[in-house]
């Protein structure tokens, strides 16, 4: 009788010991973060190009915080193409991910693969860049009106309130189109700053903006000031006085804070500024944001993303 009990105790112990050890392990998987069924999150994400430092920063930060928070990442790169990028989201639908993350090549072409989103009832993001039709959850970005005034103040402030001024824009994205109205804003209060041109760059790569930093300077030799809608276009202008064989007295500001913009501020020649995004942090927020969702929470329709104003004073050792 005393072997029997001894041998129940035995058995009563070892189930113990091994349901312990199943709610262990259960307890190692609910780090990855559950929707409202306790199924994984699984989080879709769709950059415009994944050829730039910008949105490398981006991408670390969405996969930095998936990792951190347990959810699955499908990332795609539409390499600035559109027709592409359309069909990277039917993908991400078919595979039917809980919440997509958009950083769109183009705010209008866009719009089809937002709308396709809707009918399938998966929530849209949009990183950086807003769609202009579609139903969008959360919009996460700089607030780029601010940022373009804030740049355009600081010319204005460099030049001493007069002289020539070219905007070099880019392709028609709702991040560039704020930025340069934020520079129109600014300069509007010194009525002696002219805006003798404003371009657009054919596309949002290095290549474009040094054809059209080119243009400017061949149409303005006398140009005093370049806002670009990002550090693309104020290395642009560099590089195009650089390479020329006239002398040109103009400086260049430009928004992102990529490195390469860093270092030519440090150099203190002819790229003056540039106003600092935080990539790294959008794409951490994003992800943030859609774990909210997918778990049917409320979220804010605008999140802001701090700026900083990086000049010769304060640009050395900034990195996203």
């Known amino acids: 009788m005393k072997k029997m009990i001894a ?20 307890g190692a998987d609910t780090t ?18 994944l050829n730039s430092p910008f949105f490398e920063a981006m991408q670390r930060g969405v996969q930095e915080e998936a990792d951190s928070s347990g959810v699955e990442a499908v990332i795609s790169d539409a390499q600035l193409n559109s027709a592409q990028q359309i069909s990277s989201v039917e993908n991400l639908i078919a595979q039917k991910v809980d919440v997509i993350l958009l950083n769109a090549v183009d705010s209008k072409a866009v719009v089809p693969a937002v709308e396709a989103a809707n009918e399938a009832g998966i929530p849209v993001i949009c990183l950086d860049v807003m769609a202009e039709g579609g139903e969008v959850a ?20 460099q030049l001493g309130g007069k002289g020539s001024v070219v905007i070099l ?52 030799p006398d140009l005093d000031a370049v806002l670009a809608v990002n550090d693309y276009g104020s290395i ?21 804070g990529m490195e390469d913009a860093v270092n030519a501020i440090v150099n203190g020649d002819i790229v003056a500024g540039s106003v600092a995004q935080q990539p790294a ?11 909210k969702l997918a778990n ?18 304060n640009a050395e050792g900034f990195s996203w």
């Open 138 to 157: 959360a919009f996460i970005a700089s607030n780029n009106v601010a940022a373009g005034e804030m740049g355009g103040e600081y010319i204005a402030e």
């Open 236 to 256: 642009a202008v560099e590089s195009a006085v650089e390479s020329a064989a006239k002398d040109f007295d103009v400086i260049s500001l430009g928004v992102d």
């Open 296 to 313: 049917g929470e409320s979220v804010d329709e605008t999140i802001d993303v701090p700026l900083k104003l990086l000049t010769e004073e």
């Open 169 to 220: 824009d880019g392709p028609p994205i709702s991040s560039f189109q704020d930025r340069a109205k934020g520079f129109e804003n600014a300069l509007a209060n010194y009525p002696d700053i002219e805006i003798v041109q404003h371009i657009n760059a054919v596309e949002n790569s290095m290549t474009a903006f040094v054809s059209a930093a080119d243009n400017i300077l061949s149409a303005h």
């Open 7 to 26: 041998v129940i105790l035995v058995l009563a112990l070892t189930i113990a010991l091994t349901a312990c050890s199943t709610g262990g392990e259960s």
């Open 281 to 291: 942090e959008m794409g951490r927020i994003g992800i943030q944001t859609a774990i």
């Open 32 to 49: 990855a973060a559950p929707d409202a069924s306790g199924e994984k999150i699984t989080v879709g994400v769709s950059f415009m190009t």
